[in-house]
Structure formats: structure tokens, C-alpha cells
């Protein structure tokens, strides 16, 4: 892993981004945790809404303008298993094609965002605040 991230340079445009965002969700619904939930999720709309969502996190575009929380709160059974993969998807997508200050930020963003969701779905696992704010 140490070789591998030594040979990426780091995220720092919006392509790049792009590339982290559709690479999240080419084949998402294979994912045999988290795939169902992207059944009926148009992608064509969804991945530059996120594309500019991971923008505005990582470089301050202010180019997203939503509520990132609430089309989650709208998903049935969405439990801490589910945050679980999700992160470990995100940060090995981000881990095989870029290394850097942004690329550690976009995953600690994601990270806490995570937690946040998962708070207030009321999912969230004692030893994952443990972790975060121990
Ligand atoms: C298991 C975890 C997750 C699942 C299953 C999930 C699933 C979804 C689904 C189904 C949508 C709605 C798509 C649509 O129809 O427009 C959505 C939207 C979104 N998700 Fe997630 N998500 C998860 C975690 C996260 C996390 C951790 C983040 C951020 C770090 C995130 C960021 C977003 C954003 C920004 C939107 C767009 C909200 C808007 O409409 O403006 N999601 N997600």
C-alpha cells in the first residue's frame, strides 16, 4: 500500500474528482451491500450533482447547493453495515488512483459526513463515536 500510494500524484481538479465520483458508481449496483439502494437513482443526474457535491467539500467551489442529508433519510433499513462499505468502497477508490493532502481530505471528509448521517438516521455505532470524538 505504501508503494502503491507513493506512485499517485495527488486530487487537485475537478476531473479528477470526476474520475473519484464515477468510478464510485459504475458499477455500484453490483455491490452486494449498498447496490439496491442505487435501483432507481438516475446516475446521469446524480453523478454531477456529486461531482460538484465533492468539489465544494474539497476545494470550496460552492458549487453544490443541496441538503446532502435528506434523500437519505428516505432510504429503508440504511444501517451502520451499510456506512461500513460504503467508506471502505470511497477511500480504496481514491487510495488505487490518487495520494495526497486532498485525496486524505475528500476520505475524512467522508468520513464524517458519514457519521453525521448516521447520527441522525440513529444508526450510529458506540465505538465509531468512540472512535471519532474518544
Ligand atoms: C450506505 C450509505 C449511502 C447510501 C446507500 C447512499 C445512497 C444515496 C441515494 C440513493 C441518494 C439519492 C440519489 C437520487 O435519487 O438523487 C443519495 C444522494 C446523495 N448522497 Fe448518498 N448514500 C450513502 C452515503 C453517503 C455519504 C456518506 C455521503 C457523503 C459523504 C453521501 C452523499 C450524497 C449526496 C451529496 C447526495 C445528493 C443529495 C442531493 O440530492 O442533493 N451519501 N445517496
Redesign the pocket.
Known amino acids: 500500500m505504501e508503494n502503491a500510494s507513493e506512485s499517485h500524484s495527488d486530487l487537485t481538479t475537478r476531473e479528477d474528482v470526476r474520475t473519484v465520483v464515477q468510478a464510485f458508481y459504475h458499477d455500484i449496483a453490483e455491490d452486494p451491500s449498498?447496490g439496491a439502494?442505487?435501483d432507481?437513482?438516475?446516475m446521469q443526474?446524480?453523478v454531477p450533482?456529486?461531482v460538484d457535491?465533492w468539489c465544494s467539500v474539497v476545494f470550496q467551489t460552492g458549487t453544490?447547493r443541496?441538503?446532502?442529508f435528506?434523500?437519505?433519510a428516505a432510504?429503508n433499513g440504511?444501517n451502520a453495515d451499510?456506512?461500513t462499505?460504503?467508506?471502505d468502497r470511497f477511500e480504496s477508490i481514491i487510495d488505487e488512483r490518487f495520494a495526497g493532502p486532498n485525496a486524505e481530505q475528500m476520505k475524512s471528509?467522508?468520513r464524517h459526513?458519514?457519521t453525521i448521517?448516521q447520527s441522525k438516521l440513529g444508526v450510529l455505532r458506540d465505538e465509531d463515536v468512540a472512535e471519532r470524538f474518544g
Open positions: 449498498i439502494f442505487f432507481d437513482v438516475d443526474a446524480h450533482k456529486l457535491f453544490y443541496g441538503r446532502p435528506h434523500a437519505h432510504l440504511l451499510h456506512f462499505r460504503w467508506l471528509r467522508a459526513i458519514a448521517f
